[in-house]
């Protein structure tokens, strides 16, 4: 089982950047794929960007492509979100989430382990 703890999220300006980070404990944190989703209010919670268990791979979601970057340090079982630019659409609750694969998925229901959740608010 893995313990995830993501933070970062505060009030924001759009255009501003901001680095949300997840922390993670348990089972060894390199064999898991790590993701994060975002859910605003009233919407469903949605995949934002996801990193393979190797780091190797990434993949982001349309909306969040040239803006987000997502990394990993397996040596610090952490994975970071930078985003960069952001818009106040991108206010959201951000949350960490570790999949027992080596592969990435999109849904929230292929991944076991979450995080709390951060609050992001970019106002305009």
């Known amino acids: 089982q893995v313990h995830v703890v993501d933070s970062g999220g505060r009030l924001v300006q759009a255009g501003d950047a901001l680095r949300l980070s997840c922390a993670a404990s348990g089972r060894t944190f390199s064999w898991y794929t790590m993701g994060w989703f975002r859910q605003a209010p009233g919407k469903e919670r949605e995949f934002v960007a996801g990193i393979s268990s190797s780091g190797r791979s990434t993949y982001y979601t349309n909306s969040v492509k040239g803006r987000f970057t997502i990394s990993r340090d397996n040596a610090k079982n952490t994975v970071y979100l930078q985003m960069n630019s952001l818009k106040p659409e991108d206010t959201a609750v951000y949350y960490c989430?570790?999949?027992?694969?080596?592969?990435?998925?999109?849904?929230?229901?292929?991944?076991?382990?979450w995080g709390q959740g951060t609050q992001v608010t970019v106002s305009s």
């Open positions: 989430a570790a999949r027992s694969s080596s592969a990435v998925a999109t849904t929230p229901a292929q991944y076991q382990y």
